[in-house]
């Protein structure tokens, strides 16, 4: 079964550090860039990351530059999304999804189901 | 960072056709980069709708459909069902930012 399940989701303290994963089963991950998108309370989807096959091109969002790295390890089927100096407005469900085809801008065809970051004092 | 804009809401009776809009710009929907399109039901994982414009997934019933034109794109509901009800968004990719952006969301209300 093609799926993606994350895990490291939590409560934690403004400014703290956390380390959400994504770990896939059923395809050939490293073939494959992985997305980190988020979805806050009440709020649309936000697009947060991008990291390459072979993790050597990598975006970020405005809203998390500087402050969140992406980053893979294709030998054990994972991706991770290291947030660094959490906001409160960092609190959202993270999402990560598989692109479908390695062509810039291609479609989001695999996602999981998603991880609970809630920043709070 | 919402460069793609949808309207907050549109809404139908069962049996019905209902578009959403996309309007984005010169440096995304305008490019040469594909529109993609999502499904997205509170408390679970989007679902790929539409891609490449007007691309179907295996499994997504022909009731949906995508297109593009200049700088704006449109998702297409015909036959509209109680199931349909849900949060659809655009996503594409901004040569000038290098980065992707989702649309700002539609919510479907099903009459």
């Known amino acids: 079964q093609v799926q993606l399940v994350e895990s490291g989701g939590g409560e934690v303290q403004p400014g703290r550090s956390q380390r959400l994963s994504c770990t896939a089963s059923g395809f050939s991950f490293s073939t494959h860039c992985i997305h980190w998108v988020r979805q806050a309370p009440g709020k649309g989807l936000e697009w947060v990351a991008f990291i390459s096959q072979d993790g050597n091109i990598k975006y970020y969002a405005d809203s998390v530059q500087g402050r969140f790295s992406i980053s893979r390890d294709n030998s054990k089927n994972t991706a991770y999304l290291q947030v660094n100096r959490l906001r409160a407005d960092d609190t959202a469900v993270y999402f990560c999804?598989?692109?479908?085809?390695?062509?810039?801008?291609?479609?989001?065809?695999?996602w999981g189901q998603g991880t609970m970051v809630t920043v709070s004092s | 960072q919402s460069v793609l804009t949808q309207p907050p809401s549109v809404s139908g009776a069962p049996g019905q056709r209902v578009t959403i809009s996309c309007t984005g710009s010169s440096s995304n929907i305008g490019t040469t980069y594909d529109v993609h399109w999502y499904q997205h039901l509170p408390g679970t994982a989007p679902k790929l709708l539409i891609y490449r414009t007007s691309d179907r997934p295996s499994g997504v019933p022909d009731r949906f459909s995508g297109s593009k034109s200049g700088t704006s794109a449109s998702l297409a509901i015909t036959g509209l069902q109680a199931e349909d009800e849900a949060d659809y968004y655009c996503q594409s990719f901004d040569s000038s930012l290098r980065v992707y952006v989702f649309g700002t969301g539609t919510k479907v209300t099903v009459l």
């Open positions: 999804a598989r692109e479908l085809v390695a062509v810039a801008g291609d479609a989001l065809d695999i």
